[in-house]
């Protein structure tokens, strides 16, 4: 299992994904602070990892309170959790789990424990969030598995893997259930400009699974699809609206678009928690624009004039028409997704 | 004018396109193979340019040739020809020019013509196909210039500019010439992976015309449409078959398929020299494929994983039910391709 992400004694300790594949760094964060400018960095990054860090990047910064009484705790509490949401406004992963931690920690006060009890509380929540998402990983694999072909040969958009989670991944998780059910498997990774996300990690972790990868760049997908060399798309995702729509990283619509005009199924593997039924649709979820400078250099070189103006969404939102599955812990659901995702919710709670 | 390539008095010299637009340097070749290893290396690219170099490479390996009989001089010119033939093996204006130039060639032998005079002959003969390039560019962006709106949103891919032509440009031969009648033009840049030729070249050439332009990551032209920014496509081309399928650089499909949903017009601008009656359909269309060193580096910088396998087509075909209209030096084209590019020929014969 990789090990994206995790708490040891007096830190949250990640992978640094901005020096993946070339250097395996990893970045200690012994605040609140350090762990929420690790996400806005992207040094973590993905719906999943996101949620795990923020959660784990609270229980952290309440572990180093200095506060005695519970409410100066709780102030520091809540600003913690400010700091977290101000990092990165697409996932929804990311505000699930600050909610979670939130209702963990007025469970706790309400029930007049210490400062040191709530303080435990957090981190035992912490760590279920982490372990919930590997958990659901793992049954997204298994339930994504079933439709894989029996020689699949499958594209993926980014990386929605065991980098992008706790373990094992949504997408790559689908790919991981495929090879351990005994499917013939290969995996095309579109290179995802402008984060690279699909050549430097993507690649990556699949290489280390000894699993058949080929690398393209994101220009590539639609002669792939007409050479009939992809049976199957799978991708994460960072917010799916209630109908459905889903916003995932730039450049999964045309992905979509491509896939149904070759008849190839283009299914979306996220956890529950990536499911937001208070957005109704696509149009609400807020899209992340980021620096220019992401676009016009890689690494030293710098690929645009001095100057050039540039446009950098983060996201895009793939309309859940082009959709064939949305693949999660509790099974694949399938349109009309207004009335399958609220019963998934239905049947969780 | 930019200067994309020019005859002097011992030499080809063209702008180096590999270091822009950070570096402007000049590359002098002084034989016919410098210049076919400048095509092969992408020093000089775009297909009406290609025909061009090739053209001058010809010209300028039988200036320099040792032979005083014609018969050695011949032979000589044949395998000069193979030589530029061998470089790239997509853009059919290499071919269409090398034939110009054989055909200059039997004319002047026939006729009974010295060495040094049929020298004289293909250096006018290659002046004639540059100078060529630079009009029928001018028309392209006169004719295109009709069907641009009065406020134009242009996304493009790849640079089908000055640089890609002799000069002026097809595609940015369309923009330029929307300007010169007046309209408001802006235009949007893909990026365009692996060799970046829209951040690089297209942003570059715009930007020292002062046309307003904003470069993007491939993966954001679907984006950008959904939210109404684009309303009009228009791209270049390196082979268009003679029902109208286009081979373009790589990803030029998806961004018609995304046209095509979002109901903007998609168009082709091209010479009639890059209409390749001879090839019935986008099927038969050679596809160069490249290293895979230009998807895996940007630079001294990896991207992808040691020895990450990688599938690194330069081209794809976008069907001819996607294109709203050829724009040629000759006006504008529509379906049926298979009759109207074929009256295109009857009519410049």
Redesign the interface.
Known sequence: MLPTIARESDAVVMIDQRKL??EEVYVRCRTAAEVARAIKTMVIRGAPAIGVAAAWGIALGMRNSKATGTQKFAAEFFKTCELMAATRPTAVNLFWAIERMKRRFAAAATAGESVDQIKDRLDVEAQAIHDEDVASCRAIGAFGAEVVPGDARILTHCNAGALATAGYGTALGVVRGAVEAGKQVAV?AD????F?QG??LT??EL?RDNI?????????????M?QGKVNFVVVGADRIAANGDTAN???T??VA??AR?HGIPFYVAAPLTTIDLGTADGSQIP?EERAAKE??H????????????????AF??TPHRLIAGIITERGIFRAPYTESLKEAFAARA
């Open positions: 594949p070339v095309f290179e995802t400009r402008p690279l050549a430097r690649a990556w290489m058949d990868t080929t690398v393209i760049t994101d220009n590539m997908a639609g002669a792939l007409g990283k730039i450049g619509y045309a678009l491509l005009e899209i676009v016009t890689v690494g030293g070189t710098q690929l645009a004039p001095d100057g050039a103006r540039v446009w950098n969404p895009d939102v």
